[in-house]
């Protein structure tokens, strides 16, 4: 049982924007950084968000991260087809002293 | 380039062990925590544990600790994973990826391709 709350789908058609929330509380969220990881289908996961906002090298600047309170959001702007796979945000969580990823969201392009 | 390549994975009977292990290459490897993640067929990702760069601390998921152990060598730029006590809910292809700082677990910057863990009788 995760205790990153994502919604479990999002769908958008090429070109719009598409929003994916991530809910947790103040022992991670709230008081660490959240990363975000895309999967591709049969792939490894692969970091496109770190330290809340920040991009690594080589993701595109359509993605974006943000973060307020206890939650944190990813936005996906002018949507692609390659761009459809699952998403999950993570955190450190200080009560469990572990990493935990959230629940998922499987993004359509429709 | 950064490689994280994992073996040791396969079939195994429930109550069996297994040690994964994940060579790397391509970074200063002493100088990054690693950590493994699994996820079981069809489901989410789950963090499994972690270990910093140079082996002193190590983090383990509630759901493994006990009969989960990390460890590491830097000499060989190695990262294992002994598995014991294996149950049917630890099926999952368990995935090596280095961590973006040296303690901790923060973001996971490079993975693994991943090694199939499938416990059964």
């Known amino acids: 049982q995760s205790v990153l709350t994502q919604p479990p789908s999002a769908s958008g058609t090429p070109g719009q924007r598409v929003t994916i929330s991530c809910s947790g509380s103040s022992s991670n969220i709230g008081s660490n950084y959240v990363y975000w990881y895309q999967q591709l289908p049969g792939t490894a996961p692969k970091l496109l968000i770190y330290r809340n906002t920040q991009r690594p090298s080589g993701v595109p600047d359509r993605f974006s991260g943000s973060k307020s309170g206890t939650s944190a959001s990813l936005a996906i702007s002018g949507l692609r087809s390659e761009d459809e796979a699952d998403y999950y945000c993570?955190?450190?969580?200080?009560?469990?002293?572990?990493?935990?990823f959230g629940t998922g969201t499987k993004v359509t392009v429709l | 380039e950064v490689q994280l390549l994992e073996s040791g994975g396969g079939l195994v009977q429930p109550g069996g062990s297994l040690r994964l292990s994940c060579a790397a290459s391509g970074f200063t490897f002493s100088s990054y925590a690693m950590s493994w993640v699994r996820q079981a067929p069809g489901k989410g990702l789950e963090w499994v544990s972690a270990i910093s760069g140079s082996g002193g601390r190590t983090y383990y998921a509630d759901s493994v600790k006990g009969r989960f152990t990390i460890s590491r060598d830097n000499a060989k730029n190695t990262v294992y994973l002994q598995i014991n006590s294996l149950r049917a809910e630890d099926t999952a292809v368990y995935f090596c990826a280095k961590c973006i700082t040296i303690f901790g677990v923060q973001g996971l910057d490079y993975w693994g391709q991943g090694s199939l863990v499938t416990v059964s009788s």
């Open positions: 993570a955190a450190w969580d200080d009560s469990l002293s572990g990493y935990v």
